[in-house]
């Protein structure tokens, strides 16, 4: 059990952190804070105690209870109240239907709006009873009550046997205080701020006639319908067919599909496969594709994916079919979990409808008919409206005013973020930029979303159209930095060398402190020659964060380069000090010790070793890696050697790399080490 931090420096503890991702994983599954919050009821005793009293008053329901509002509904004199639920039913009208003894008065204020808020919040009220005049029944008029909870803005004053009402003082929320004198006893009256007098308010009864019904929490079922509001882009996915080779799910023919879960074992799952065979026609002429993908051998002991082919051929399943895959049902139910806070496991069978978009547009969670299927193609799904109106549970009129249509453009807009931080998490970028189009469509003002999506569409190369949407935000706001950073790293990028410094510099003037800015433009000035600039820029990030190991190895290049060698050997040295897995930091450090012109620093040993050591660590095989350890066994007159890596180089190396790399060649086929020039 982790502890609770005691200091905020605590909170990163890796303890109390998993604490918590253990508990939201629990919301998630649908488990609550406190499940089974029954009502309770406690009686004042008088004498400073109180008693418990839930079974006797009647409240005590099995409801996972949280809310609770007081009011007169039926405007009888005495306290009404409503109870909300996290589960069903989720609410309850609890009436008094106490035969009425004492006495009361309801009191509903109203401010004057302009030293008092209209309703009069925060409102002090002190009824004094004739007789009892040392003793006032006192309340605060406030704007909540409880958890989630508001009570009626009349403010009930019970006042048992009380005969008459002397007075009533409010203590204004602006500091004033008034008398009111004419306040009569069992009525319903108003209190106007600076008036000095109540106003009796009609008390005819409500006619609504209310009934008392037992009520039950409804059963958990594994069924149910997701109509997504916002539709999401179906991403690649792939499923075997019975032979077990892999095949795409083909979203991209223009054809709605239904991408059906099932297994063998599963009755209702056979069920549902009949349905879709005896209506093949109807399914036909709707253009809809079905593709039924069985789960059978997946963890379950149950039966195989044979059982399962044996069965599609003797029902004689007319659509196309083939096996799901564990990732495949993982990212399927992640898919779900985007839809839901709560996060169960998918049922079987479980259907996933997508539009001829290649949008996922319905998820049926349990057996679903074909009719119902069609009836979901074919409903408008062209607005934001539309799309609420089809995805609601219960029937009802939908605003569609301005102040609405703001609302769910704002919901379909961060929808759509929730949708494109998926994709990166998928790895498809493209589909993650695309989610981030759909924001700026929504929201074209916005300059953040903008910067957002030309930062995702540098990572899928589309560089021009990202261009376009730096230019329109700086085009509006020329002061707006992670515009001015994402441009100056855009052409950094296209090795635009110069625009790249231009927009560094306007970064750095807008954020001076931060070091990503400073190594940018050190790696764009060391492009352009500019080599003690570029070092003035890399040791300023030194400065600001000493612990980025990038950092050195792009210092000591550059003081390589100023043919500094003790400082570019401590550069290297320092940030495989930091990061022990650095490859290029090896790799650096091992061509200085081969190519070095001065002798000094040469160490054809040591360099052998950190060439291996760099080769080890790069996955794949880099040119310049075998590049520095040709070099280094030329270092140990291993001659042969060097001459094989190089010719491993060469052929690794793109046409416009191999120049140089041949020149060394044969260098190493006459017997001869390579020395970087001094000023190279």
Same mark, same amino acid.
């Given at each position: 059990?982790?502890?609770?931090?005691?200091?905020?420096?605590?909170?990163?503890?890796?303890?109390?952190?998993?604490?918590?991702?253990?508990?939201?994983?629990?919301?998630?599954?649908?488990?609550?804070?406190?499940?089974?919050?029954?009502?309770?009821?406690?009686?004042?005793?008088?004498?400073?105690?109180?008693?418990?009293?839930?079974?006797?008053?009647?409240?005590?329901?099995?409801?996972?209870?949280?809310?609770?509002?007081?009011?007169?509904?039926?405007?009888?004199?005495?306290?009404?109240?409503?109870?909300?639920?996290?589960?069903?039913?989720?609410?309850?009208?609890?009436?008094?239907?106490?035969?009425?003894?004492?006495?009361?008065?309801?009191?509903?204020?109203?401010?004057?709006?302009?030293?008092?808020?209209?309703?009069?919040?925060?409102?002090?009220?002190?009824?004094?009873?004739?007789?009892?005049?040392?003793?006032?029944?006192?309340?605060?008029?406030?704007?909540?009550?409880?958890?989630?909870?508001?009570?009626?803005?009349?403010?009930?004053?019970?006042?048992?046997?009380?005969?008459?009402?002397?007075?009533?003082?409010?203590?204004?929320?602006?500091?004033?205080?008034?008398?009111?004198?004419?306040?009569?006893?069992?009525?319903?009256?108003?209190?106007?701020?600076?008036?000095?007098?109540?106003?009796?308010?009609?008390?005819?009864?409500?006619?609504? &006639?209310?009934?008392? *019904?037992?009520?039950?929490?409804?059963?958990?079922?594994?069924? /149910?319908? =997701?109509? #997504? @509001?916002?539709? +999401?882009?179906?991403?690649?996915?792939?499923?075997?067919?019975?032979?077990?080779?892999?095949?795409?799910?083909?979203?991209?023919?223009?054809?709605?599909?239904?991408?059906?879960?099932?297994?063998?074992?599963?009755?209702?799952?056979?069920?549902?496969?009949?349905?879709?065979?005896?209506?093949?026609?109807?399914?036909?002429?709707?253009?809809?594709?079905?593709?039924?993908?069985?789960?059978?051998?997946?963890?379950?002991?149950?039966?195989?994916?044979?059982?399962? &082919?044996?069965?599609? *051929?003797?029902?004689?399943?007319?659509?196309?079919?083939?096996? /799901?895959? =564990?990732? #495949? @049902?993982?990212? +399927?139910?992640?898919?779900?979990?985007?839809?839901?806070?709560?996060?169960?496991?998918?049922?079987?069978?479980?259907?996933?409808?997508?539009?001829?978009?290649?949008?996922?547009?319905?998820?049926?969670?349990?057996?679903?008919?074909?009719?119902?299927?069609?009836?979901?193609?074919?409903?408008?799904?062209?607005?934001?409206?539309?799309?609420?109106?089809?995805?609601?549970?219960?029937?009802?009129?939908?605003?569609?005013?301005?102040?609405?249509?703001?609302?769910?453009?704002?919901?379909?807009?961060?929808?759509?973020?929730?949708?494109?931080?998926?994709?990166?998490? =998928?790895?498809?970028?493209?589909?993650?930029?695309?989610?981030?189009?759909?924001?700026?469509?929504?929201?074209?003002?916005?300059?953040?979303?903008?910067?957002?999506?030309?930062?995702?569409?540098?990572?899928?190369?589309?560089?021009?159209?990202?261009?376009?949407?730096?230019?329109?935000?700086?085009?509006?706001?020329?002061?707006?930095?992670?515009?001015?950073?994402?441009?100056?790293?855009?052409?950094?990028?296209?090795?635009?060398?110069?625009?790249?410094?231009?927009?560094?510099?306007?970064?750095?003037?807008?954020?001076?402190?931060?070091?990503?800015?400073?190594?940018?433009?050190?790696?764009?000035?060391?492009?352009?020659?500019?080599?003690?600039?570029?070092?003035?820029?890399?040791?300023?990030?030194?400065?600001?964060?000493?612990?980025?190991?990038?950092?050195?190895?792009?210092?000591?290049?550059?003081?390589?380069?100023?043919?500094?060698?003790?400082?570019?050997?401590?550069?290297?040295?320092?940030?495989?000090?930091?990061?022990?897995?650095?490859?290029?930091?090896?790799?650096?450090?091992?061509?200085?010790?081969?190519?070095?012109?001065?002798?000094?620093?040469?160490?054809?040993?040591?360099?052998?070793?950190?060439?291996?050591?760099?080769?080890?660590?790069?996955?794949?095989?880099?040119?310049?890696?075998?590049?520095?350890?040709?070099?280094?066994?030329?270092?140990?007159?291993?001659?042969?050697?060097?001459?094989?890596?190089?010719?491993?180089?060469?052929?690794?190396?793109?046409?416009?790399?191999?120049?140089?790399?041949?020149?060394?060649?044969?260098?190493?086929?006459?017997?001869?080490?390579?020395?970087?020039?001094?000023?190279?």
């Amino acid at each position: 059990m982790s502890q609770s931090p005691e200091t905020a420096e605590d909170e990163n503890n890796p303890d109390y952190r998993r604490g918590w991702a253990k508990i939201f994983q629990m919301i998630r599954s649908g488990s609550s804070w406190s499940g089974n919050e029954r009502n309770c009821a406690y009686l004042n005793t008088g004498d400073g105690g109180f008693a418990n009293i839930s079974v006797a008053s009647g409240v005590d329901f099995p409801d996972d209870g949280r809310g609770l509002a007081f009011g007169d509904w039926d405007h009888d004199g005495d306290l009404d109240f409503w109870i909300s639920n996290r589960t069903a039913p989720r609410l309850r009208f609890m009436r008094n239907d106490q035969p009425l003894k004492n006495h009361f008065v309801s009191l509903l204020l109203h401010g004057d709006g302009i030293t008092t808020n209209r309703d009069a919040v925060g409102a002090r009220v002190e009824v004094y009873a004739t007789g009892d005049e040392k003793h006032p029944v006192a309340k605060t008029l406030r704007a909540g009550e409880g958890f989630l909870s508001q009570n009626s803005k009349w403010m009930h004053f019970g006042l048992g046997d009380a005969t008459k009402i002397a007075r009533v003082v409010v203590h204004w929320p602006g500091g004033g205080l008034e008398t009111f004198d004419n306040v009569q006893l069992d009525t319903r009256q108003v209190l106007d701020q600076g008036s000095g007098k109540s106003k009796v308010v009609d008390d005819r009864k409500q006619t609504q &006639a209310l009934f008392a *019904k037992e009520q039950s929490p409804v059963p958990y079922s594994d069924q /149910a319908v =997701l109509r #997504l @509001i916002t539709p +999401l882009e179906f991403p690649k996915l792939a499923y075997k067919n019975w032979a077990g080779s892999t095949k795409p799910i083909n979203i991209a023919n223009g054809k709605p599909k239904l991408v059906n879960l099932w297994a063998s074992w599963c009755l209702p799952c056979l069920k549902e496969l009949q349905d879709f065979s005896r209506n093949r026609d109807e399914i036909g002429k709707a253009g809809l594709d079905i593709l039924a993908l069985s789960v059978d051998g997946l963890n379950d002991e149950r039966s195989t994916y044979e059982d399962a &082919a044996q069965q599609i *051929k003797t029902m004689g399943f007319p659509f196309p079919t083939g096996r /799901a895959s =564990l990732p #495949l @049902i993982n990212l +399927l139910q992640s898919i779900h979990d985007l839809q839901t806070p709560v996060r169960r496991p998918l049922p079987l069978p479980t259907s996933f409808l997508i539009d001829g978009k290649g949008r996922l547009i319905t998820i049926y969670k349990g057996p679903v008919s074909v009719e119902e299927v069609l009836k979901d193609l074919t409903t408008p799904i062209d607005s934001p409206v539309d799309r609420y109106q089809r995805a609601a549970i219960l029937a009802g009129r939908t605003l569609d005013d301005d102040a609405a249509q703001a609302a769910l453009n704002g919901m379909e807009a961060l929808k759509h973020r929730k949708f494109s931080d998926f994709f990166q998490r =998928l790895g498809q970028k493209r589909y993650a930029a695309n989610q981030l189009n759909h924001v700026v469509d929504i929201w074209p003002d916005s300059a953040g979303v903008r910067t957002e999506f030309a930062s995702a569409l540098m990572q899928t190369g589309q560089n021009v159209t990202a261009l376009k949407q730096l230019e329109e935000v700086l085009r509006t706001e020329p002061d707006y930095p992670p515009a001015q950073v994402a441009m100056a790293e855009l052409f950094l990028k296209q090795n635009r060398m110069k625009d790249a410094v231009k927009h560094f510099n306007k970064s750095i003037s807008l954020q001076s402190e931060n070091p990503k800015l400073f190594f940018g433009r050190g790696i764009a000035l060391s492009a352009l020659g500019k080599t003690s600039k570029a070092v003035e820029d890399f040791t300023r990030v030194v400065e600001l964060a000493p612990n980025f190991f990038p950092v050195f190895n792009r210092r000591g290049t550059s003081y390589e380069t100023l043919g500094k060698f003790k400082l570019a050997a401590e550069d290297f040295h320092r940030a495989i000090a930091l990061n022990g897995k650095d490859a290029q930091a090896y790799n650096n450090l091992a061509w200085l010790q081969a190519t070095c012109p001065d002798p000094e620093f040469r160490n054809g040993k040591q360099a052998l070793a950190n060439a291996n050591k760099a080769a080890s660590l790069f996955a794949n095989d880099n040119f310049f890696v075998l590049d520095t350890l040709a070099a280094a066994y030329a270092e140990t007159t291993q001659y042969e050697k060097a001459v094989e890596w190089q010719l491993k180089a060469i052929e690794q190396a793109p046409e416009s790399a191999r120049p140089p790399l041949a020149d060394r060649l044969k260098l190493y086929q006459s017997d001869k080490p390579f020395r970087t020039p001094a000023s190279r």
